[in-house]
């Protein structure tokens, strides 16, 4: 005689889990609950809809109902909204949202995945917008549908996460007039304020009016107005600023509530009641990086959960050693990936952790290639140990690749020595030979050595306005096309006859376009007995893609003669 098992929610965790639980015992009785109209759509997919690359609002529904009880024998029932869970019988009480009636249901085993909610505060006026959120098709078929049948022409996006991008890029692509508004100085928390520069530019390059640093203060007819006085023209208004776990039936039951306000849920994501078990968004996770709880709203860790679920209610064996939060999004003709620990996020959280940066620029394949393009990539490892934190990559080729061998290195404990050795897959049109990864070691390595010091792309204006000495060593054509303002041009081919120009009593600080040639005119100065030369690492064109988008947004003087972005 099977189990009855029950589950809350039927998407990502929710119709993992069941088909999972099935595909391990036959005579299991699985029952889904799900009090939206649709179960396995592919959440990540929706904002996609908005511009047309996804037609049809169906074709994000994964599986319906009927393929769960014909290829599963999964009993889903969709516009089921489980309003209770009574643990002392163990049952939970259903409402049929269409017939408006009620009834129970037992279980043996239950599980819950409900997901996280749209955040929408209550900022005053907002009676006066037509306000949207992203969760589901339901959600975003109303969404297209307005924004195609009103006539509108200006949208405001609110959150710079990356449900808020996704929106604003999709809508931009229809052409509409799109504002994205965020509270902090930055979209993307997943990206470091150096890196996230490159994508604040391409938003604004490709028609967004992105406005960061400012909050909405309140509503008006067709008007959004922000903190700092400003007014933007809004006929709709996408609410995005964040998601909060749907904790509601876990707290009436007396589930543990963790220290982030998510379920809390041990290594195999049982809650304190042993027969119910909590995955994906709604519960809290252990990171492997920081050692503290955090919430981690993501698909995969959200479908590996559910397995582990289904896994250990049929006794099999599970592993679940922390999470490190790997993510990657599309902002128009850019990609970004990460991994790990960010500078921001060790300074948020406070974490005594001694690490240091590598920041490179290298092509992504073979320069001789026609779609060949300068990847940025930044590299946390700790010190003295060398071991991999974390990584970011940005540019127009595949970001997911290097990001995703981060990854795995992060999870089997790899140091920068480790990243030297990879043997990784090469052909010109992919990568190169040594990959920008290899790379990465390398100059890992070297600094761990104390090789040679550096500074970042962020340092480079108070360098300016101080009066260091800085010097260009690209060549003089590239110099005359655009240099940082106070810089000396000796050329990396002209350095060494011209050595008695370099100064010896001050820190000396060198730079090219991407930071190599100066990493060679560094050591080839260290060499020749200077002791105070300095790389900036992501150099001219680092230096360009970071300055650039708070020039325009603050109206200020510009550091450099010209931008150079190629
Ligand atoms: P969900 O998949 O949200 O499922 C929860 C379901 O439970 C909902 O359908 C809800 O209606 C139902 N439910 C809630 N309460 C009840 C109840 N009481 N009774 C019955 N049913 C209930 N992640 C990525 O990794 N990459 C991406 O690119 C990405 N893009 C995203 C884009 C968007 C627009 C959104 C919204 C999310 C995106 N995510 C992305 C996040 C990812 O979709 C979630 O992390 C994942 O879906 C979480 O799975 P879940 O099962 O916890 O919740």
Redesign the pocket.
Known sequence: MGRKILI?????????AATRLRRNAEEDQIIV????P??S???????YHLSGIVKNAEDLVLVDTEIFLKQYNIDVRIN????AIDRENKQVI?KNILSDKSYTESYDKLIL??????IVPRIPGIENVNIFT???VVD?DRLNQFVKQSNIKDIAVIGGG??GV??AENLRKNNYQVSLIEGTDQILRPFDYDMVQILHKEMTDQGVDLIVDDKVSCFEKDKVILASGKEISASIVVM?IG?SP?T??AKEAGLEIGTTGAIKVNKNYQTNDSNIYA?????EVYHALTHSMTK????????KQ?RTVADHINHKSTLNKGYIGS???KVFDYNGASTGLNESLIKVLDMKINYEVVRLILSDKVGLMPDAAPMHFKLLFEIPTGRVLGAQAIGKGDVTKRIDIIATSIKFGATVEDLKDLELCYAPPFTTAKDIVNYAGYVGANLLNGDFKQVNVDKVRELVESNSAIIDVRERGEYARGHIKGAKNIPLTELRDRIDEIPKDEPVYLHCRTGQRSYNATLALQNLGFDNIFNITGSFLGVSFYEYYNDKRLNRESIVTEYNFR
């Not at 995955?279 to 519960?283: K, L, P, S």
């Open positions: 809350i929610g039927g998407v990502a965790g929710g119709a993992s609950f799900e009090k939206g649709h179960v759509f592919s959440n990540c997919s929706l904002p089921n909204e489980v309003i259903v995945s409900p997901g996280a909610a749209p992203i969760r589901n975003i990356f449900i996704e929106a995005a998601v749907e509601r039936l995955v994906g968004d709604a519960i981690l709203s993501l698909a995969g860790p959200a479908l559910a993510s990657a999004i």
